[in-house]
């Protein structure tokens, strides 16, 4: 929450003053969440079942403001019916992509293949008045690149 303030008076001389908390935006928080994941620790229970240590003995120990976690999360690389996962067998990825949909990620390293497949798309679209729109259709190739 945030402290917002807006003053009121002549020429906003601010004689009187409102204030409210105000929730931030959803992109902000959405950043500031993806910063905490990235930073986040694995933990275990310390022995006075009070507080956590950290899993690795080269981790420091989180602060309060810290994310942690307890398990590591599940691989969604292979199917699993326990969590719904179908793997990523079979899956369109991006070749050229070093982000999350790119093969060596999105594959688990088991590698992928590509091939090319003929696409037919409108194209040279053109309005005719009133009320109509006339394409070509143009064929060209694309290549799909798919995990193993």
Known sequence: MRLICKCHGLSGSCTLRTCWQKVP???????????????AAK????NDGKSVIPALSTLKPPEREDLIYFEDSPSFCWPSKKTGSLGTQGRQCNATSMGVDGCDILCCGRGYVQHSIRVEEYCRCKFHWCCDVKCDTCTHRRVISTCL
Not at 31 to 38: A, P, Q, T
Not at 43 to 46: F, G
């Open 25 to 39: 935006s959803f992109r902000e928080v959405s950043e500031r969440l993806k910063v905490k994941f990235d930073g």
């Open 43 to 46: 933990v275990i229970p310390d």
